[in-house]
């Protein structure tokens, strides 16, 4: 190979590396500038994704049977606590024909606790127990009677929610709900009950007896003195009876130590 003929080769060879190189320079270029303009995937918002798949607690899942009642009255620690899962229950038909449960009204301040069988119509409206016309001779009873403020006693009922027409609870209705009401007392701990009427005191005491057997006298249950009066719905009937009511009442007081006024009669 001559000297031009060498000459030439090595300028081809030397330009061919050059453009090998500036080539590489350029693929690795490209490639960063690929690597930096790629779209990162997004995170998932942590509190949103949280907001979606846990939603709010609201408590135990509705009670549809007596044991289910009985677990859940005994695990209530509190009465708002007791009051959900009364406002859920739907152990028994009542839950489907109800406007809304009738829980309790007033406050334990004078440790007392009158006791009716079941909401009526305008309770069931309300969600109030005895706001009716006999719900008023109660507050009147209350009031007038007793001389104090119906807010500083305690109203219920066996029965949490309006069985249709006004129909008397069935014995299955009554025995699913009594333990949201035995919960009920044993977390206001009343001193005295009064059951308004034959069938809530016959519930409370537990036996058949007319009125004329379980009335004028003090019962004791659990520790808690029992005073069974009629029911104020009994007394619109039967306005005569409303003297033997006051004779009940004045026991009830003699018990909590509320002054009975000069004349012991109302």
């Known amino acids: 190979m001559n000297d031009d003929v060498r000459e030439e080769w090595s300028q081809l060879v030397s330009g061919a590396r050059k453009e090998i190189q500036r080539a590489k320079a350029r693929g ?20 949103a994704a949280k907001a979606v798949t846990e939603p709010a607690a609201s408590g135990p899942a509705p009670a549809r049977s007596g044991a289910d009642v009985r677990a859940q009255a005994k695990a209530a620690r509190t009465l708002e606590e007791l009051r959900g899962c009364v ?8 839950h489907k024909t109800r406007t809304q449960t009738v829980f309790q009204d007033g406050s334990p301040v004078r440790r007392l606790m009158f006791i009716g069988e079941a909401p009526g119509a305008d309770e069931d409206r309300t969600g109030v127990p005895f706001v009716g016309r006999a719900g008023q001779l109660l507050t009147d009873i209350i009031t007038k009677g007793m001389g104090i403020a119906r807010e500083e006693v305690l109203i219920a009922n066996v029965l949490k929610c309006r069985p249709p027409d006004n129909r008397e609870p069935t014995p299955e209705e009554k025995s699913i709900c009594t333990p ?13 009950l009064i059951p308004l009427g034959r069938h809530a005191s016959m519930h409370i005491l537990g036996r058949e007896a007319s009125m004329g057997e379980m009335r004028t006298r003090i019962h004791e249950i659990g520790g808690r003195q029992v005073v069974p009066t ?21 026991l009830a007081m003699g018990v909590l130590g509320i002054p009975i006024p000069s004349g012991g009669n109302r």
Do not use: M
């Not at 490639?31 to 303009?37: P, Q």
């Open 28 to 47: 690795a270029r490209s490639t960063r500038a690929t690597r930096s303009t790629k779209a990162e995937p997004k995170a998932e918002p942590k509190a």
């Open 87 to 94: 406002a859920r229950c739907e152990a028994c038909s009542l």
């Open 180 to 192: 949201w009401l035995d919960r009920q007392i044993e977390l206001h701990d009343p001193k005295v």
């Open 230 to 250: 009629y029911h104020p719905a009994y007394l619109l009937r039967s306005p005569g009876e409303k003297k033997e009511c006051w004779k009940d009442i004045q």
